[in-house]
Each structure stands twice: as structure tokens, then as C-alpha cells.
């Protein structure tokens, strides 16, 4: 287990308590994502035969690096799912500028405001005001929540679990501020 990743994954944890929150989240979080895929498959970087890779696709590699460092069965799904949206970004992208940009701007826009609803029920801002690496853990957070709730990988449930209280101090400063 990364201790890394538990670390992490308590932090994420302690920002996100209530169920409505990750609800929220669940919904914001992969529109996000959508929508950073679409201008990015109009970036080429260089071609392979008949196929250009683009800058969605370096994302996507990057982003599957890392998340397969973290923990190799919560980052394997996180690829799957991350590689679905790259997909569907794409597709949207070959529509051309004007509905690509208008998808852009509807998939982040509504996706923010789905994920700053959910800290409006939580009372506490956003992981990533404090700590920015947040945002790469929150898409991997979703993946392991899923994966916990079908009573998958308990051990690292149970040290993310163990370990989130220690980052709900900040919580208290904030809500008494």
C-alpha cells in the first residue's frame, strides 16, 4: 500500500464527509474532465503513421502514471475511466470550435458549480484551496469510493479512514472563522 496515496486519499476524505458532497462530486468532477479532454485533442503534438497524438492523449498518460503509482487496482480503473472521457472528449472535439467550445464551457462551468454546491452542504472549501495536488486526487477518490463501496481493497479503506480525522482540524478553524 502507497502510504503516499493514503495520505493523500485522508486528506481528500476529510474535505469530503458529507454524502451529498461526494453526490455532487460524482457529478462535477467527470465534466471537469470532459470538458479539459476537448481543446486539448485540437493541440497535436506529432503524428504516428495516420494517428496525431495530442495533448489529451500526454494527459492521459501522464495522469495514468501517476494514478497507477498510487495503487495500481484504484489507478488501472481510474485509466478505464479517465480513457472513456478522452474518448467522448474526442468525438465532441471532431464537431468542430463552436460546439466543442460550447461543450467546453457548459461541462466546466456546470461542473464547478456542481462541486462548489456539494462544499456548500459540506461547510468547508474545496481540498484542493489548500493543497492543489487535490486536484488529481479527487477523479481518483471517486474510483476508490466506488471501489470500497463493493467491498473491494478494505485495507486501504480502513488506513484512508484511520487517517482522514487528523485533516478535519482545519475544518473546525474554518467553520469558526
Not at 76 to 84: D, E, N, T, Y
Not at 91 to 117: C, D, P, S, T, Y
Not at 124 to 133: C, G, Y
Request: aromatic share 12%; glycine share 10%.
Amino acid at each position: 500500500m502507497n502510504p503516499f496515496f493514503v495520505e493523500q486519499m485522508a486528506m481528500y476524505s476529510a474535505y469530503h464527509r458529507d454524502r451529498r458532497n461526494r453526490a455532487t462530486h460524482f457529478i462535477g468532477i467527470p465534466a471537469i474532465i470532459l470538458a479539459i479532454f476537448i481543446p486539448l485533442h485540437w493541440l497535436p503534438l506529432f503524428t504516428v503513421g495516420d494517428n496525431t497524438v495530442t495533448l489529451a492523449v500526454a494527459l492521459w498518460l501522464a495522469t495514468g502514471a501517476f494514478y497507477l503509482w498510487l495503487d495500481r487496482t484504484v489507478g488501472g480503473l481510474m485509466v478505464l475511466v479517465a480513457f472513456a472521457l478522452m474518448l467522448i472528449a474526442k468525438q465532441i472535439a471532431a464537431q468542430g470550435g463552436m460546439i466543442g467550445w460550447g461543450a467546453f464551457a457548459v461541462l466546466f462551468v456546470g461542473g464547478w458549480i456542481f462541486q462548489l454546491v456539494g462544499h456548500v452542504f459540506e461547510g468547508r472549501r474545496p481540498a484542493l484551496a489548500d493543497n492543489l495536488l487535490q486536484a488529481l486526487i479527487g477523479p481518483c477518490f471517486l474510483v476508490a469510493e466506488t471501489v470500497f463501496a463493493l467491498g473491494l481493497k478494505p485495507e486501504l479503506h480502513q488506513a484512508v479512514e484511520a487517517r482522514w480525522k487528523q485533516y478535519s482540524v482545519g475544518a473546525m478553524r474554518e467553520r469558526a472563522a
